[in-house]
């Protein structure tokens, strides 16, 4: 942390608790601290008597120190509780201020119409779900020094959306953001670990639009690894005074290329390890978002999968699908269409979305929409042909996905097979073995391979 910027908190902490604030010695005494100085050399170099900092400059400093931190503050300790403390006191614990969407519910079918649902909910939207006991669990964690978050679902559960509201939080916190997708990154830099980093430190620079300087930080005989730790920690993180929230969006896609995953994600775990050892790592947190169970072999000791606060996005319940018909305007009371909707697509977020959107145009009934749903007609029409050329592109998923809907119980896979179904949503772990995500893909795959 900056120490000038360390010193205006600590003196303004220190006015408001009827104390004078730092004053010449004590700077000096602080300054020698963080250089890892003895008392003898900062005392004679600056001028005064070695006792005078030891005895009396020294312990009145500590016990004004320990009074506003509420902890016992030594010459050891300092640095540590300092940094700490004024990292929680350097932005305003302000709250957004959450949408109402029963606002919205009365101009759903009159002047305005919802939009098509596709990709993440605005955050603005009243046909966001809001999964209040996660969120605020989360919103918590994201506060604490050093966290490390790990969002898992396969794609169009959510996790984009509830990403987006994270980062929303914390910006009302005065932390910086910093959003990743690595579905963004080319095939060539995710292969090769060296410029992968190169990649991250570059972009991470420019949305806090500073100088890149990756060649005064980048050391050939140090290697990358370390090369970019020592880039975080001596320019990104020392360069901010709040802290950083690093949102790594499909990180799944680092899976594929083994020699590289292997390196990047203990990379990842000994930077939340730093964070017990070093107060600067601190202000770093870390959001991990994946669609699938990882299978790169990692030692336990190196994952990054094995720490911080999980997150599992589930289907919507059924009180969670009549919610949302509500908010659409859809009268259904007695339970039987959602039943019927959650029977077609287990209650798969996107899936339900898509098929209330669409009953609340009152254009098509749920009945013709059930019927043709499974169809090159119907409302999931290019949904299922995305799919569909997916699994034509990749034989071995095709049968793979062949055996699962074929089965009158759950089935074993193996495991990268069922990490690539898994994350396109196509089929759901049943323990260690896999079932059909839901009847739709049941019904429609099962056509088109006959």
């Known amino acids: 942390m900056n120490l000038d910027y360390l010193f205006e908190i600590v003196d303004r902490l220190l006015i408001e608790s009827h104390n004078r604030p730092l004053n010449s010695a004590e700077n000096l005494i602080l300054r020698g601290i963080w250089q890892y100085r003895t008392y003898n050399q900062m005392a004679i170099e600056a001028g005064y008597s070695p006792g005078y900092f030891t005895n009396v400059v020294a312990p009145e400093l500590f016990g004004r120190l320990s009074e506003i931190i509420g902890q016992r503050v030594t010459k050891k300790n300092c640095r540590v509780l300092l940094e700490s403390y004024a990292i929680t006191k350097a932005a305003p614990k302000t709250k957004p201020k959450r949408q109402d969407p029963t606002r919205f519910f009365s101009t759903v079918n009159q002047d305005t119409s919802p939009s098509y649902p596709s990709g993440s909910v605005p955050l603005d939207s009243p046909f966001y779900l809001e999964r209040s006991f996660l969120e605020e669990q989360v ?156 299978y790169v072999p990692l030692e336990l000791n190196q994952s990054p999968f ?30 039987e269409e959602d039943k019927k909707l959650m029977a077609m697509v287990g209650g798969h977020p996107a899936l339900v979305h898509l098929a209330i959107y669409y009953l609340s145009r009152r254009e098509i009934t749920l009945s013709q929409l059930l019927e043709t749903a499974p169809t090159a007609t119907g409302i999931y029409a290019h949904h299922l042909q995305r799919h569909w050329a997916t699994l034509q592109k990749q034989p071995e998923l095709a049968q793979a996905l062949d055996t699962v809907l074929n089965a009158t119980e759950p089935v074993a896979l193996d495991p990268i097979l069922t990490y690539k179904l898994s994350s396109m949503g196509l089929i759901k772990l049943s323990g260690d073995r896999v079932i059909a995500c839901c009847e739709l893909y049941r019904r429609y795959f099962l056509k088109k391979g006959e």
């Open 306 to 335: 094995n720490v911080g606060f999980p997150i599992q996005l589930d289907s919507f319940s059924q009180e969670e699908v009549q919610q949302l018909a509500k908010r659409y305007g859809l009268g259904w009371v007695d339970g």
């Open 139 to 294: 919103y918590q964690e994201i506060e604490k020094p050093g966290a490390l978050i790990r969002i898992k679902a396969p794609r169009e559960m959510g996790k984009t959306s509830l990403l987006l509201r994270i980062l929303d939080y914390a910006k009302h916190q005065g932390y910086c953001t910093i959003s990743l997708n690595l579905e963004q990154v080319e095939q060539t830099i995710l292969s090769d670990l060296n410029q992968f980093l190169r990649w991250l430190c570059t972009n991470i620079a420019h949305q806090l639009q500073c100088k890149p300087m990756l060649d005064e930080y980048w050391d050939e005989d140090l290697g990358s690894k370390i090369s970019c730790t020592l880039y975080f920690q001596d320019y990104l993180l020392e360069s901010i005074n709040t802290p950083l929230i690093l949102a790594l969006d499909e990180v799944n896609q680092i899976f594929e290329h083994l020699q590289v995953a292997k390196d990047f994600l203990p990379l990842l775990r000994s930077w939340y390890e730093e964070a017990k050892r070093l107060p600067i790592w601190q202000k770093l947190r870390l959001l991990v978002v994946h669609s699938t169970e990882i």
